[in-house]
């Protein structure tokens, strides 16, 4: 067993695992790290100094000399983001950034340079690991893989409240679309691309509350989790 519990929550965008995985470092006192958030970092730095999003190489040299700090609030609902310590939280979940986000991740030198800094992230007690490739690539011997999955209609549903929630300006036409695009690239690329691991627990929640889904990991880790605390 290893030192460092990890438990992997993979899936396209727009399902919930943001919620999810904040809920369950939460409850578990775990660290947390959302992967996706550093593609988002990675994609608004290159962005912001005009570094094109095809070149990879370019990309990947940011990649590795990107500084970039995460803080959990006290209340630990909320991740903070911060580059070269400026707050970037709001800037990078804009879907425009979600979008190059997965259009910078789609290399692999970037994945590459990124890899050991995710890998950072498994300390003691354990890790709640949140992403497209935790299970597979990241994380391969983690205790728990997850996969959750969801119509690409409930997800576009789902983003669409959580981004007006936030107050961005957003229509369904164009977020459908947009979540799409995403998909497609983040499902068909050759480096790490989105799916389930072979040993991962698939959970469809289209018809699903977000406390349903919670209950029913809690119900799949609660073993794991008694046994490091
Ligand atoms: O989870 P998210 O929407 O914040 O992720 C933004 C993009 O980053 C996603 O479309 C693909 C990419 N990504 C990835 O390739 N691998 C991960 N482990 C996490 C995100």
Redesign the pocket.
């Given at each position: 067993m290893p030192d460092n519990p990890v438990i992997t929550i993979d899936g396209p965008?727009g399902v919930g695992?943001?919620t999810v995985c904040l809920f369950l470092a939460r409850e578990t006192g775990w660290h947390l790290l959302?992967?996706?958030?550093i593609?988002?970092v990675l994609a608004y730095a290159a962005l912001s100094r005009k570094i094109s999003l095809e070149d990879e190489h370019s990309l990947s040299d940011l990649a590795c000399d990107l500084n970039v700090v995460f803080k959990r609030s006290n209340s630990e609902e909320k991740l903070s983001i911060f580059l070269e310590n400026k707050e970037i939280t709001e800037q990078i979940r804009t879907e425009e950034c979600?979008n190059a986000?997965?259009k910078v991740?789609k290399y692999p030198l970037v994945r590459k340079a990124l890899l050991n800094r995710q890998r950072g992230f498994s300390k003691p007690p354990g890790l709640i690991a949140?992403?497209?490739?935790?299970g597979t690539v990241?994380f391969p011997d983690a205790r728990v893989k997850i996969f959750l999955n969801a119509s690409p209609e409930e997800r576009v549903n789902r983003r669409y409240k959580q981004l007006k929630e936030q107050g961005f300006s957003v229509t369904l036409a164009r977020l459908s679309a947009e979540i799409a695009e995403?998909d497609t690239r983040?499902q068909l690329r050759t480096e790490?691309p989105l799916k389930p691991a072979p040993d991962a627990v698939v959970i469809d929640t289209t018809d699903l509350m977000i406390e349903q889904v919670i209950n029913q990991i809690w119900d799949i880790i609660k073993q794991d989790i008694s046994e490091f605390s």
């Open positions: 965008s695992k943001g959302d992967s996706g958030a593609y988002r979600g986000a997965s991740a949140d992403g497209r490739d935790m990241v995403r983040d790490s």
